[in-house]
């Protein structure tokens, strides 16, 4: 009834058919103490166990306990199906040795390599206070209303512990992760997760979204790293892009979603092909081209952003953009030099600003009750 399991191999919320709408939350860890740190991570993957599968986030819940007591679910949920709500969790770099270079909780020596620090990307406006960040829970649902109350509860139950850093609403998925999808649009109008790594894709996935076995640290087996990028678009610019402009910056059409020169959605981009003046049909400069595994080396993401509006900016525009959520093997081999990439020539570059920037390891699913998040790591 709407429930996604909790348990199993890989964390849900990676290869799950990508839902309406995110609530995506960083915490900093302000507690010294590591025994504290463990004993929340067991209390949350209880809470999330419960509230995945449509019950309060605590034992008692919201309306059953004693009256002179703050409940153990905030309630506005109650009466709202599971709506395929995903929590997904990570670990960020900083949770390894901190800014001070602190090894806080004597993990130090189990950090990935691939959990790297992200280098600075040309035309990076990250701001700090929004970036970053020890611990992230990706929460996905069909209902904004789940999403967010199982971010709330989890917030209220680290009190102490974890503080907020920043966190991130969503709606509308620019991306597909299941053939069974209908491909999205983003705010440029564009379909988006068309060339998508998607959860039927066993083979692809294998190779370019799970840890393998002597990747890394064994705690990270059958996980996989995140990266978030808040990426600000200037949409009002855009807007006043003519159509055949706006197609050769994506490099395909605006209405079916094909590569350029090609007339289904699906069908491959031929990146040699010319026009008549023996231009290329598919920009050297466009989005599609220079993302594309044959200019990265055989890269690949599993992208699951969303669109977002942030009311506006005082200047007379829409703070909206593109909460950019990708997955993968190793951040060093796909996101990094696909963004390097995109940074320098992408045409698109000029209606886009990256305005925020994390990094997590995800480690692999929570196996059963006796199992939690970050067990293997601690
Ligand atoms: C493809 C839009 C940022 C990586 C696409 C497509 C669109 C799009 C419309 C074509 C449809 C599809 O295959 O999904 C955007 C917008 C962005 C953005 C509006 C920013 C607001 C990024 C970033 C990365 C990225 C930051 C990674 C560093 C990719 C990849 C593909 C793709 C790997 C598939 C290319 C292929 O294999 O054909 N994007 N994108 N995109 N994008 Fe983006």
Redesign the pocket.
């Known amino acids: 009834a709407g429930a996604v399991p909790f348990h199993g191999e890989h964390q849900a919320g990676i290869t799950t058919p990508a839902q309406d709408r995110l609530h995506f939350v960083a915490f900093d860890v302000i507690t010294k103490d590591r025994a504290r740190l463990v004993a929340l991570l067991q209390e949350w993957t209880a809470a999330a166990a419960r509230m995945t599968a449509g019950r309060d986030a605590g034992l008692i819940g919201a309306v059953n306990g004693m009256p002179e007591a703050p409940p153990d679910d905030t309630g506005e949920a109650l009466g709202l199906p599971p709506a395929q709500l995903t929590l997904t969790i990570g670990f960020g770099p900083m949770l390894f040795r901190d800014a001070q270079g602190r090894d806080r909780f004597g993990i130090a020596d189990r950090r990935p390599p691939a959990l790297a620090d992200l280098p600075h990307f040309a035309g990076d406006a990250l701001r700090p206070e929004i970036s970053a960040g020890d611990i992230c829970v990706q929460a996905c649902a069909n209902d904004p209303q789940v999403a967010v109350h199982a971010i709330r509860n989890l917030a209220r139950i680290g009190m102490g512990v974890v503080s907020v850093r920043w966190s991130q609403l969503g709606f509308g998925r620019t ?1 597909s992760t299941s053939r069974g999808q209908a491909t999205p649009r ?1 705010l ?1 109008g ?7 790594l998607k959860a039927e894709d066993t083979g692809l996935l294998r190779d370019h979204l799970w840890a393998h076995p002597g990747d890394g640290p064994d705690w990270m087996t059958g996980g996989s790293y995140l990266v978030s ?1 808040k ?1 600000r ?1 200037l949409i009002e610019t855009w807007d006043r892009t003519p159509l055949a402009e706006q197609e050769q910056i ?1 490099g ?1 059409s605006k209405g079916a ?1 094909a590569p350029l020169g090609k007339g289904d959605e699906f069908d491959e ?1 031929d990146f040699a092909a010319k026009g008549e003046g023996g231009e290329p049909v598919i920009a050297e400069t466009s ?2 081209r220079l ?3 044959s200019q990265n080396n055989g890269a ?2 599993l ?1 699951r952003g969303y669109n977002f509006v942030d009311g506006s900016d005082g200047l007379g525009r829409l703070d909206a ?2 909460f ?1 959520i ?1 997955y993968q093997r190793d951040p060093r081999k796909q ?1 990094v030099p ?2 390097t990439g ?1 940074s320098r020539n992408d045409a ?1 570059n000029e209606y ?1 600003r990256h305005v925020s920037s994390a990094l997590f390891a995800c480690p692999p699913g929570v196996r059963d009750a006796a199992d939690f998040w970050g067990r293997a790591l601690f």
């Open positions: 991306s983003n440029f564009f379909k988006d997760g068309t060339a998508n990028r990426i678009m994506v395909r979603g981009p989005h599609v993302a594309h595994p690949r993401l992208r953009g593109l950019f990708a996101f696909i963004q995109l698109m886009l």
